[in-house]
């Protein structure tokens, strides 16, 4: 891994134009279970059974006892040194973007500002009759939590499966995407899309990409460096030098 870090460190702080997606794999090191990761996620579910639309339609009160564990799970964690370091990142970087899939909000929380949660963030409620999204850190919102402006159900205000991601934030990504000299991919199996489009789109306009997880991926043999360790450590031995 030395020799990949270390060439990965000369065009990094060299880059003027550099775009990282993250995964749930950079908040592991946070104490939040990953979706595929052994350990999986919830009561045995898989996330598609219980992240989706019809699931919800089907039993609300299921979906918000899963969403109210992984509030109470989250409430309780931090950032890590990992999402610190991309923060580092930005500030050396004069055109930097941060895509997420993670709606956990620790980007956020470390102080990342040129950021896109393309699945939405964990604590805003959307409600499903007047639409209405507001921001709600309550560990646990209830069993069936309404609106107070209109009495409608409310839901988490995240991307399911099965729903479109927001058109505005995905034209966002893949223009990130394709105007970076350098893309990072962090802590994702690259399994869930069109998040694991986006580093072929980056590549095909002739940036470099990288990957940094614990484990090789579908993606490993697409990759220009591949940097296996976990986030929390590599990142910040890449960005170590910049100051
Ligand atoms: C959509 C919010 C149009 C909810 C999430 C082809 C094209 C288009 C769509 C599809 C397609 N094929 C299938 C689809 C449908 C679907 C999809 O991709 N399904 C998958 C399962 C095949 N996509 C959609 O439905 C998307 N919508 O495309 O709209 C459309 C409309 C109708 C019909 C069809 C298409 C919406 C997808 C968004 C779903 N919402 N989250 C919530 O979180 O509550 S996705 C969910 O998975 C999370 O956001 C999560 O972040 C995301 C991706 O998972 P990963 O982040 O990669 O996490 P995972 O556990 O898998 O991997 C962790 C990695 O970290 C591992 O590799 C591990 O090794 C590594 N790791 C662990 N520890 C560390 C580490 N790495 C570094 N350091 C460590 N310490
Ligand atoms: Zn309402």
Known sequence: MEKGINELKKVIIRAKRVTVLTGAGISAESGVPTFRGSGGLWRNYEVTDVATPQAFARDPKLIWEFYNWRRDLISKVT???GH???VELEKHVNDFTLITQNVDGLHRQAG???LLEIHGNLW???CTKCGVVTMDRSKNMGQLPTCTACGGILRPNVIWFGESLNPD???KAIEASQNCEFMLIVGTSG?????ASLAFQAKAKGA???EINI?????SGHMDFVLTGPAGEILPMLVEDFN
């Open 79 to 81: 950032f890590n040194a």
């Open 112 to 114: 990342s500002k040129r």
């Open 84 to 86: 610190k370091a991309l």
């Open 208 to 210: 470099l990409i990288a």
């Open 124 to 126: 805003e409620v959307r």
């Open 169 to 171: 934030m995905i034209h």
């Open 191 to 195: 399994i869930v899309q069109p998040a």
């Open 215 to 219: 484990e090789q991926t579908p993606q």
